[in-house]
T-cell receptor
Framework: DAGVIQSPRHEVTEMGQEVTLRCKPISGHDYLFWYRQTMMRGLELLIYFNNNVPIDDSGMPEDRFSAKMPNASFSTLKIQPSEPRDSAVYFCASSLRGFTDTQYFGPGTRLTVL | DQQVKQNSPSLSVQEGRISILNCDYTNSMFDYFLWYKKYPAEGPTFLIS?????DKNEDGRFTVFLNKSAKHLSLHIVPSQPGDSAVYFCAATGGSEKLVFGKGTKLTVNP
């Protein structure tokens, strides 16, 4: 398996624009996680899905953030409108089971909002 | 409020010596702990874990120790190698708690 795939790897956009981050989890994994890494807050869980269903989105910072998982092999994280404080590295991860199972992370998307 | 704390942002050791990375937690519900390693421009990768029913888990050069009464765990790397240079994240979960990560410790192993 190629592992968790994320695209794009880098995104530079201007404030107010819509940003869509994409993730393809490892085939057969039932759980998908979206994380954000910043210097100030470290690695934070934004939202996670189980069998394509969002389970907990309490980590999503604002209504500007939304995530979907239309099928088992694809998920998106959307920011609309984007703001400079959204600049961070966004990781997607997947696992077979829940939090005690090993999570496999993608390489991340580095987002810069000007 | 940080539930998982890694108080040392960085650590530098000589090749062949022991590296000790520390982690403290505050949530008594946590009963499973993991360490992840992260190289630049890559996602974190799982390293080792420990359940609260144990106080030690070993995997090759890596050993994790858990002191439940002190709410403290540590990762020992012996002997340290230059390839171990990375950022190490401590993470905890348990009960209905999600996985919570510390901010990481950057380890540099000097040849």
């Amino acid at each position: 398996d190629a592992g968790v795939i994320q695209s794009p790897r880098h995104e530079v956009t201007e404030m107010g624009q819509e940003v869509t981050l994409r993730c393809k989890p490892i085939s057969g994994h039932d759980y998908l996680f979206w994380y954000r890494q910043t210097m100030m807050r470290g690695l934070e869980l934004l939202i996670y899905f189980n069998n394509n269903v969002p389970i907990d989105d309490s980590g999503m910072p604002e209504d500007r953030f939304s995530a979907k998982m239309p099928n088992a092999s694809f998920s998106t994280l959307k920011i609309q409108p984007s703001e400079p404080r959204d600049s961070a590295v966004y990781f997607c991860a997947s696992s077979l089971r829940g939090f005690t199972d090993t999570q496999y992370f993608g390489p991340g998307t580095r987002l810069t909002v000007l | 409020d940080q539930q998982v704390k890694q108080n040392s942002p960085s650590l530098s050791v000589q090749e062949g010596r022991i590296s000790i990375l520390n982690c403290d937690y505050t949530n008594s519900m946590f009963d499973y702990f993991l360490w992840y390693k992260k190289y630049p421009a890559e996602g974190p990768t799982f390293l080792i874990s420990i359940s609260s029913i144990k106080d030690k888990n070993e995997d090759g050069r890596f050993t994790v120790f858990l002191n439940k009464s002190a709410k403290h765990l540590s990762l020992h790397i012996v002997p340290s190698q230059p390839g171990d240079s990375a950022v190490y994240f401590c993470a905890a979960t348990g009960g209905s708690e999600k996985l919570v990560f510390g901010k990481g410790t950057k380890l540099t192993v000097n040849p």
